[in-house]
């Protein structure tokens, strides 16, 4: 947990793993209760974890609220992550969105909570496709310069639109764009195509969120737990309902989370820690987000770091996971279209390394 990466291109150092608290407090019916987040939120610590992560609305604010109190005594030592966008009340047209008075006002009361007077990172949590790009990067850079935040980053929005955002960043001199988060996962993967080489293109850290497909890829649920209703659209209720409105929790997942299974019973390992350990392998991920509600939980997620997984046990789980390029990435790499483009000559390409 202590050999700490550079979080995309800047100079910030964290962790391989993310401490994630979208299951700090139980607001939201399946959380951690206050002592038991607390329990996990020390042991990451203790162990050299540096990288915390949370949001303005992680369980109506508690989220934020119990990492301000657990922090309180080594909050220099922290790197904390939070994220605006998400709504603070109901009916109100501007408590929620990307625009300069939602961030602000999301800003103010995070600081708040988290009862600091700086922010190391601030995500956008979710593109409102609304708010022109200019007033975004211009807003972010101002919070920079008055100290309340120290980078920015993204999470939740489309390729093309973070390119052009770091490239108008980069043009203007404003802060520029640091982290992406995104879910990312072996049974999500279709971030494969266009936003991990993006990222890794544009100077962002990836920090993938849900590593373990909202626990499918745990080996938790089983065809038993299929929800063929689609699942509830709130984040309140039961775990298993946010991973069948995520989509994770289907017959592909289920499958896949049966060849995660084998291979981890192959290596003598859990599950979990073979998911982590996938999302691991590739050089554009810096530290995926584990969510556990449980220290037991957090030990198994901590195990991860400890997993090398070999060619064969990667192939079963390309093989089970994989899936379609699409165009124009198949187009691309063709014979034929390659033949054409370059003749005979051996040209090896960024997506061949």
């Not at 972010?140 to 108008?168: C, E, F, N």
């Not at 987000?289 to 220290?295: D, E, P, Q, S, Y």
């Amino acid at each position: 947990m202590d050999t700490y990466r550079l979080l995309g291109r800047s100079g910030l150092r964290v962790s391989p793993l993310a401490l994630g608290t979208m299951t700090f407090g139980s607001d939201w019916g399946w959380g951690a209760a206050k002592d038991e987040a607390r329990r996990i939120f020390d042991t990451y610590v203790d162990r050299g974890g540096n990288f915390v992560d949370t949001a303005n609305q992680y369980t109506s604010g508690t989220a934020e609220r119990l990492v301000g109190e657990f922090a309180e005594d080594r909050r220099d030592s922290l790197v904390i992550a939070t994220k605006y966008t998400l709504t603070s009340r109901p009916g109100d047209p501007n408590s929620g969105g990307n625009h300069r008075k939602s961030m602000v006002r999301s800003v103010e009361d995070s600081l708040r909570r988290l009862r600091t007077d700086y922010i190391d990172l601030l995500y956008l949590h979710a593109w409102d496709f609304t708010t022109p790009v200019e007033e975004i990067l211009r807003a972010m850079d101002d919070l920079v310069r008055s100290g309340k935040v120290l980078y920015v980053g993204i999470s939740d929005t489309p390729a093309w639109q973070v390119s052009r955002m770091q490239t108008i960043a980069d043009l203007r001199g404003w802060s520029p764009l640091i982290a992406l988060q995104i879910e990312y996962s072996l049974i999500e993967r279709t971030v494969e195509r266009d936003l991990i080489p993006m990222a890794g293109e544009m100077g962002l850290g990836v920090i993938p969120w849900s590593p373990l497909g909202s626990g499918v890829l745990t080996g938790k649920y089983t065809r038993d737990d299929l929800d063929h209703g689609g699942g509830s659209a709130s984040a309140v209720g039961t775990r298993k309902n946010v991973a069948a409105a995520n989509g994770s929790l289907t017959e592909r997942g289920l499958a896949i989370a049966d060849v995660a299974g084998k291979v981890a019973s192959d290596l003598g390992v859990t599950a979990s820690q073979v998911a982590l350990a996938w999302t691991l392998r590739d050089r554009r991920v810096t530290a995926p987000i584990i969510g556990a509600r449980t220290l037991g939980q957090l030990e198994d997620n901590l195990g991860a770091l400890d997993v090398d997984l070999p060619g064969t046990a990667l192939a079963e789980l390309d093989e089970a996971s994989a899936i379609e390029l699409g165009f124009p990435h198949e187009f691309l790499n063709r014979p034929m279209t390659r033949n054409v483009t370059f003749g005979d000559l051996k040209v090896e390409t960024a997506a061949h390394r």
